[in-house]
């Protein structure tokens, strides 16, 4: 990481392929002062900048799917190119208990991987849900297991897992007994799913919202959460992803 | 205690503090969180004829004296505009906090229009910016370049409206006393200063503008003094009510801005730091300073570091 301007410029160390469109960059260095559910805005110079949670902070990892030209790019980067980062940035999730449920949804496991290394290092079980289209979208399932997580799957073909959303691999990993915290990140519908499904069961839950993050410093209005999901769930309207979140914890 | 409620125009506001043009969007939720927090007044981003999307990423940039942005006046166009302002006054007048609409076009017709669709959602005052620094590739040299264009869109509002009106005024002039004159003698009811300067920053290691859209407006603490300058240059000239925007992050700033003759005071990119939150902290601030030195209400305050 060369010292701090505006951004930290890092430099490509390894490329994890995650599935066809799906690349994890490791980068040269850590990114300090880091939490599990932040994100960082990276910027390749001349073509743009985009938001990324922080998949892993030391060496800082990155996992990007491509989706749109910046992604792309970025995806398409080889060892030694570097990448200008800002961040980190946003508040994200906290270690609330002694035992832990993860959901992701699609590219959601990207912040949990982080949050499942924390929790690993600290000796406690982790139980992690993924859902995906088929088993070649399903990302980091192999890094969650070599941590010592005990992995549930859940694929809309059932080409992985159990048939159907990640809610049934959620129903399937408490069925053995519920831990004390739920975390999840993906789409606003499957989180809302995700707390319905906390509240039944009166789990403290913490969700992570994805959402068009222009400014990342709380200034331009762009990622506010919709007024709509923010009564659902009983947060506050008038969230910005960006700034309050993208973490917010429920009850 | 120090009184911090404050009479503007025809309004009564809360505080002095007004939530700047271009932060958090025209959302009715995030102007109303602002007004919880304790804004006085809010005010909406600009607004075009048009919806845009804005410029692309990177937009804004944090630095260590404040902030540079090129948004791109993202919004939704005028008619779309109107349902959201409509939301938002409703919502806001139960909180006895004012709804200022602030509008932009690319030509000086284009300003009427606007004004004259604004004006159906009845905001309290309609903010003309005729100053912001990151359209030019797109609309030319802005109107707040000169006294006589200035001019010209503040008599086509007015002709419009009968709204009142605030013209936001541009930092980067020789003379912003004859630019202020300019829109008073045309029946501004307002000024509105200022609005950002334009501004680069590099990124040495890229070699290249951080910025997508290579230039933007710089504002926080760096645009502060400049702010200050404008603002009282402006009240000696005319004797219109001031909005003082630029810089303003704590209640020293603030009582700084009121003594060079602002009667409100813009809050902008101090909400990077604190989020929406810091106009609570502001004004507890200016509280106190107002306690400590015996102010009793902001209009004591008001033009004494001009006397």
Partial sequence: ?251 | MADLTEDFLHLHLKTPFVLASGILGTSPSLMVRCAHEGAGAITSKSCGPEARAGHANPVTLAWKDGVINAIGLTNPGATEEVALLRETKKRLKYLGVPLFASIFAPTLQGFGEVARVIAEAEPDLIEVNISCPNVSSEFGTPFSASAVSAAAVTREVRRVVSLPISIKLAPNVPEIGDMAYAVAEEGADAITAINTMPAMLIDAYAAMPVLQNRTGGLSGPALKPIALRCVAEIASRVSLPIIGTGGIASGLDAAEMLMVGASLVGIGSAIWQDGPAVFGRIAKELGDFMDEAGYSRCEDLRGRALR
Avoid at chain 1, 6 to 26: D, G, P
Avoid at chain 1, 33 to 47: E, K, N, R, T
Avoid at chain 1, 158 to 174: C, H, R
């Fill in chain 1, 1 to 251: 990481m060369k010292p701090k301007g505006l951004f930290s410029v890092f430099t490509v160390q390894e490329v994890r392929c995650e599935n066809a469109y799906t690349r994890t960059l490791i980068f040269d260095s850590p990114l300090l002062d880091s939490q599990p559910g932040q994100y960082v805005m990276a910027w390749l110079p001349g073509i743009g900048e985009k938001p990324f949670s922080i998949s892993d902070d030391d060496p800082l990892g990155l996992t990007i799917a491509d989706v749109g030209p910046v992604s792309r790019a970025l995806t398409k980067l080889t060892l030694g190119e570097r990448v200008w980062v800002r961040g980190p940035l946003g508040r994200g999730f906290t270690l609330a208990s002694h035992s832990h449920l993860l959901v992701g949804g699609g590219y959601g496991a990207a912040p949990l991987s982080l949050l499942a290394k924390r929790a690993r290092q600290q000796g406690h079980p982790v139980m992690v849900a993924l859902g995906a289209k088929t088993k070649d979208d399903l990302i980091l399932v192999s890094a969650f297991s070599a941590m010592g997580c005990q992995v549930f799957l859940a694929t809309e073909d059932g080409s992985a897992g159990i048939q159907g959303l990640v809610t049934g691999a959620m129903e399937q990993a408490v069925a053995g007994g519920c831990p004390e915290t739920l975390y999840a990140c993906g789409p606003n519908g499957m989180l809302m799913a995700v707390a319905a499904f906390a509240r039944e069961k009166k789990l403290p839950a913490q969700l992570s919202f994805e959402a068009l993050i222009r400014c990342g410093v709380g200034l331009c209005g762009s990622c506010e959460l919709p007024e709509e999901v923010c009564n659902k769930l009983g947060i506050p309207t008038g969230f910005l992803v960006c700034h309050d979140g993208p973490v917010a914890a429920i009850v």
